[in-house]
T-cell receptor
Framework: DQQVKQNSPSLSVQEGRISILNCDYTNSMFDYFLWYKKYPAEGPTFLISISSIKDKNEDGRFTVFLNKSAKHLSLHIVPSQPGDSAVYFCAASAGSGNTGKLIFGQGTTLQVKP | DTGVSQNPRHKITKRGQNVTFRCDPISEHNRLYWYRQTLGQGPEFLTYFQNEAQLEKSRLLSDRFSAERPKGSFSTLEIQRTEQGDSAMYLC???????????FGQGTRLTVV
């Protein structure tokens, strides 16, 4: 039972263009969503988050959009840079933003070509 | 470095052997989490502690797995009688309270041969 799904295993974009990573969830109890980035041989690093009371959160080049009715969120990276090449995980939590116990998606490998 | 530290980084063991991993969280963090990540999957929650109390265990944590956090500081995860299916990256994370952001360590990669 995969409660958080990232249906695209990989994505390749040109440097300077927009990267859009998608994530779907099934559990309506989820109220906090996070994106983590992971480089090989390292642990996940927090990137950006959004509470279910919002539909958009922006931090520099990174913007997360939440569509609660569709149970869908997306991460936009503009402009994409080669250093953004990594695996991106979407994660969700339930219960007043408990950000420690997380349910992760399978990840999407982003490659940004120079 | 004041981040989450995990040791060892890599462990190769023969099937049937016991292994133990250690996690040192960020010092002021009272919550500590263990996750397991297999190839092509995201991290899966195993268990978590608030101070020294183990508050939740996933059904993924079979009887061969045990975790401790004896003084509310570092934690150990032991796997007894390892099986090839235990081969994975074991990740530790810590946070300050339930709403504190979880910071991950670099993980321990276990290979059971």
């Amino acid at each position: 039972d995969q409660q958080v799904k990232q249906n695209s295993p990989s994505l390749s974009v040109q440097e300077g263009r927009i990267s859009i990573l998608n994530c779907d969830y099934t559990n309506s109890m989820f109220d906090y969503f996070l994106w983590y980035k992971k480089y090989p041989a390292e642990g996940p690093t927090f990137l950006i988050s959004i509470s279910s009371i919002k539909d958009k959160n922006e931090d520099g080049r990174f913007t997360v959009f939440l569509n609660k009715s569709a149970k869908h969120l997306s991460l936009h990276i503009v402009p994409s840079q080669p250093g953004d090449s990594a695996v991106y995980f979407c994660a969700a939590s339930a219960g007043s933003g408990n950000t420690g116990k997380l349910i992760f998606g399978q990840g999407t490998t982003l490659q940004v070509k120079p | 470095d004041t981040g989450v530290s995990q040791n060892p980084r890599h462990k190769i063991t023969k099937r049937g052997q016991n292994v133990t991993f250690r996690c040192d969280p960020i010092s002021e963090h009272n919550r500590l989490y263990w996750y397991r990540q297999t190839l092509g999957q995201g991290p899966e929650f195993l268990t978590y502690f608030q101070n020294e109390a183990q508050l939740e265990k996933s059904r993924l944590l079979s009887d061969r797995f045990s975790a401790e956090r004896p003084k509310g500081s570092f934690s150990t995860l032991e796997i007894q009688r390892t099986e090839q299916g235990d081969s994975a990256m074991y990740l530790c994370a810590s946070s300050l309270g339930a709403q504190g952001l979880a910071f991950f360590g670099q993980g321990t990669r276990l290979t059971v041969v």
